[in-house]
């Protein structure tokens, strides 16, 4: 079936260095995508989106790619902090039906390490 | 800048009893979502509401049943509870045909027993 999944299950970076969380999609409907951050007992936390005609969006610390050709998002986190250290998703939004629907991906558990 | 509510925080049931978990969009939302996360689980959507009525259905058992109402709070009605739904649920609200992100609330923990 369609969906939207992730490489890596867990990531574990150095503080300072930069993160890269890799996402894959399978639905080129898909207009909109979205990058949560989970802490534990949280939410899901908005961090930032991209609109299918963007190919980047840049945040503070956050980037987000997108490359439509390969159905590829990307979330790049520069200078990692202990405080970046949650379970993120990637989710895609499409209009199914008439109405919006959101998929979320496996989540990527960051591990910041000191 | 008021977020998603949802009541309770956490909820204890025993098998085969009922429960209500409740939701309280951002104002001016005027679309609900409803998901389900096992542990160590993306959230898994069970169904959204847009103006009331019911847009979506997703993964959600026979035995749920939800509703939004005037006032766009929405309720997520659970019967005949088993130990398999056991797990965080989260609401979440957007503006519907805007690209605005879903916001979620902190999720109802149901644990059944």
């Known amino acids: 079936g369609e969906s939207v999944g992730l490489h890596l299950p867990t990531l574990s970076v150095q503080e300072g260095d930069n993160s890269i969380i890799n996402c894959a999609y399978s639905?080129?409907?898909?207009?909109?995508f979205i990058w949560y951050k989970q802490e534990s007992g949280k939410g899901p936390q908005f961090i930032i989106d991209?609109?299918?005609?963007?190919d980047k969006r840049q945040g503070q610390r956050v980037t987000v790619l997108l490359n439509k050709t390969v159905k590829h998002l990307s979330l790049q986190i520069a200078a990692t902090q202990p405080g970046d250290s949650a379970v993120y998703f990637c989710a895609e939004r499409r209009l199914a039906g008439g109405t919006y629907k959101y998929i979320f991906g496996t989540g990527t558990r960051l591990k910041v390490l000191a | 800048a008021a977020g998603v509510i949802q009541s309770p925080r956490h909820l204890i049931k025993e098998k085969r009893e009922t429960a209500t978990l409740k939701c309280y969009p951002i104002?001016?939302?005027?679309?609900v979502y409803w998901y389900q996360q096992g542990p160590g689980q993306d959230p898994q959507f069970l169904i959204s509401f847009y103006e009331k009525m019911q847009s979506d259905k997703g993964s959600i058992p026979d035995r749920f049943s939800a509703q939004q109402f005037s006032d766009y709070h929405s309720e997520l009605n659970m019967s005949s509870l088993e130990l398999g739904d056991s797990a965080l649920y989260f609401c979440a609200s957007s503006r519907d045909r805007v690209n605005s992100p879903l916001h979620f609330g902190n999720g109802t923990r149901l644990t059944v027993t």
């Open positions: 104002p001016r939302h005027d679309t």
């Open positions: 991209i609109r299918s005609n963007m």
């Open positions: 639905n080129s409907a898909s207009d909109y």
